[in-house]
């Protein structure tokens, strides 16, 4: 099921961003090359700076994704899936687990509430869909 959202134009900028993932770089860059450790994961036992990018990009993704931005959503397929070919859906078994429990307390909040949004109503349910998805 395909949703259309109309996109303003600044929101450009922010498509080409989440279409285009970190590069998978060499541990010689070293973590400065990536900043502070992001919030999601902080705590996580992956160690290499360039799969910790990426997880960190894709975290930014699919958070924005079950809150309903449009650009997010749109791209938040092809990420999780093409992000599991790469790092292999182990290496992204905890992160799953994150954006489900936020999306089902989205989905839950959204469903006792009568004046909710329909689009992020499907929104949610898409992503959670995604999640829930055996991989071929």
Known sequence: MEMEFAVSPEASFLREV???PPPIVSA??????????????????????EIV?????LDDL????????????E???DAWRKTVDELGR?????SR??????AQIVWGTL?????????????????ISLLVRKLS
């Open 18 to 20: 989440l279409q285009s």
């Open 53 to 57: 990018a990426r997880l960190e990009w």
């Open 75 to 77: 791209t938040a397929a």
């Open 97 to 102: 687990q994150q954006y489900l429990r936020r």
């Open 28 to 49: 010689a860059d070293g973590p400065r090359a990536y900043g502070l450790p992001h919030p999601h994961h902080v705590a996580h036992t992956e160690a290499r700076p």
């Open 111 to 127: 469903r006792l509430d009568p004046n909710n949004s329909r689009e992020r109503v499907l929104a949610t349910i898409e992503i």
């Open 90 to 94: 182990p290496a992204l078994e905890e």
């Open 62 to 73: 699919m958070f924005a994704a079950i809150e309903g931005d449009p650009v997010a959503l």
